[in-house]
């Protein structure tokens, strides 16, 4: 196969993926923007975390939110639990990489904020560990996986919403997640400052 070929494969895979995931995600994307909405309208926040690429995109999607997505709007609270290299080395080298994410939820998170917990596999030790931490604090969950959702699909309850991409393959997986985030940002700046084409 020719590199223009494999090139070519790519495009049309992620094309076909994220057609196939509309009808999958679209209800709980509209679910996750509602639930983030009302928290940011309640003065609550969003916290975001991941390994990776999933790390990038929780970093992306806070920047979105702090920053601006494609309008003009006040900041919204959002923060990103993959950015402290201080926090990260210091809690993976006394308690273990496994509670990076959960001593900080633990240390920020209130009630009724938001964890966008991000997982390709659903069974990343840490972000497992952050949504247990969460759920103590009486934190809602927004968890992004694949893979059939694994660990974390099991442990999401009522108040939570599951936004798990149809596919086994993580780089398209990630396509998708990346989509998605977009969606969520789009989604929450239509209902903050009304519908725009």
Known sequence: MSLIARVSRHFEESAQLKLASVEHLAGPIADAVDLMVSALASDRKILACGNGGSAGDAQHFAAELVGRFERERPELAALALTT?????????????????????????????????????????????????????????VVALTGKGGGRIGTMLGEGDVHLCVPHDRTARIQEVHLLTIHCLCDGIDAILLGEQE
Not at 94 to 120: C, K, M, N, P
Not at 121 to 137: D, F, K, L, T, Y
């Open 84 to 140: 402290d290299s201080s926090i990260l080395t210091a809690v993976g080298n006394d308690y273990g990489f496994e509670e990076v994410f959960a001593r900080q939820v633990r240390g920020l998170g209130q009630a009724d904020d938001v964890l966008l917990a991000i997982s390709t596999s659903g069974n990343s030790p840490n972000v497992i560990a952050a949504i247990a931490a969460a759920h103590e604090r009486q934190m809602h």
